[in-house]
T-cell receptor, first 115, second 114 residues
């Protein structure tokens, strides 16, 4: 069964601290893995997108890693800011057959940054 | 370049009614996919259209249907609404819906069924 699981479900950190969010997936065949940030009541916004051949990708204070062998990914946020408070969703894209054109979503990690 | 536009932003309907939601993708994008987001289930895939053809479909009942027009705009219809259909409905557009093509989401339509 094609699934994406994220941990932790929620996380509270103080402003300026770093944090790491985890994602495990079983989607096959796999095309790419994306991390999205979703503010409450709004559509998700892409942070990073990685293919199976990429190990790491950065976007400002966001750094995503991917281990295609173990089917795990992480999103590291450095020097957190209040505006980082949001849900972070791991999304895996299928490549062919029944997974073609389909995105598989984790349930997200709700991050709250306190001043 | 205009982003993905979903209309309306908010809707209130009563049980048993039907509703049509609209999604205008980014110009040049031919793939449009629809998702339902609820607090309990997260984001769930409804269906994906490419060049006016439904290419993939999630596990939703037949009350949920969609279509795509020649200009790539897409509509989603839900008939015989149930209270459990209350959710944020998101559409995403991409060039081809395949490989590494980026998917851009609209702001969503918040549907409340009373």
């Amino acid at each position: 069964k094609n699934q994406v699981e994220q941990s932790p479900q929620s996380l509270i950190i103080l402003e300026g601290k770093n944090c790491t969010l985890q994602c495990n997936y079983t989607v096959s065949p796999f095309s790419n893995l994306r991390w999205y940030k979703q503010d409450t009541g709004r559509g998700p916004v892409s942070l990073t997108i990685m293919t199976f051949s990429e190990n790491t990708k950065s976007n400002g204070r966001y750094t995503a890693t991917l281990d295609a062998d173990t089917k795990q990914s992480s999103l590291h946020i450095t020097a957190s800011q209040l505006s980082d408070s949001a849900s972070y969703i791991c999304v895996v894209s299928g490549r062919s057959g029944s997974t073609l054109g389909r995105l598989y979503f984790g349930r997200g990690t709700q991050l709250t940054v306190w001043p | 370049k205009a982003g993905v536009t979903q209309t309306p932003r908010y809707l209130i309907k009563t049980r048993g009614q039907q509703v049509t939601l609209s999604c205008s993708p980014i110009s040049g994008h031919r793939s449009v996919s629809w998702y339902q987001q609820t607090p309990g289930q997260g984001l769930q895939f409804l269906f994906e259209y490419f060049s006016e053809t439904q290419r993939n479909k999630g596990n939703f009942p037949g009350r949920f249907s969609g279509r795509q027009f020649s200009n790539s705009r897409s509509e989603m219809n839900v008939s015989t609404l149930e209270l459990g259909d209350s959710a944020l409905y998101l559409c995403a557009s991409s060039l081809t819906g395949q490989g590494n093509t980026e998917a851009f989401f609209g702001q969503g339509t918040r549907l409340t069924v009373v």
